[in-house]
């Protein structure tokens, strides 16, 4: 493996551009390419946007801070990402909605 036991990303964004960098074990660069990042996460199964698996400080002030049960039904909706299935769900409904329509016309 081209990165060793660990890998390091650093990202810098700046006002003009963001970028990124993948080093090894060893602290060398390997990659600046977002798309070696991407692969790398997908490889791994490292879901950034779900709150269970990377929670940034603001998001746990939030969880710990709440004592709405409405919070954590959010928060247990992300993380389960129950909340993009009924999005994908409501997208698709429309689309076949459309398609039916469609071919009832025709």
């Known amino acids: ?14 006002k003009k551009v963001s970028s990124y960098k993948l080093k090894n074990s060893e602290g060398r660069v390997i990659s600046h390419l977002k798309k070696d990042l991407t692969l790398l996460l997908d490889n791994y199964n490292i879901q950034v946007n779900n709150p269970v698996s990377i929670l940034n400080q603001e998001m746990s002030k939030r969880f710990l801070a709440s004592t709405d049960p409405s919070d954590k039904y959010k928060f247990f909706m992300k993380s389960t990402h129950l909340e993009q299935m009924i999005l994908d769900y409501q997208q ?5 909605g459309t398609i039916q329509h469609t071919i009832k016309k025709k």
Do not use: H
Request: glycine letters at 6%; charged letters at 40%.
């Open 92 to 96: 698709v409904n429309e689309k076949l």
């Open 1 to 14: 493996d081209k990165y060793g036991e660990c890998v390091t990303v650093e990202r810098r964004i700046t």
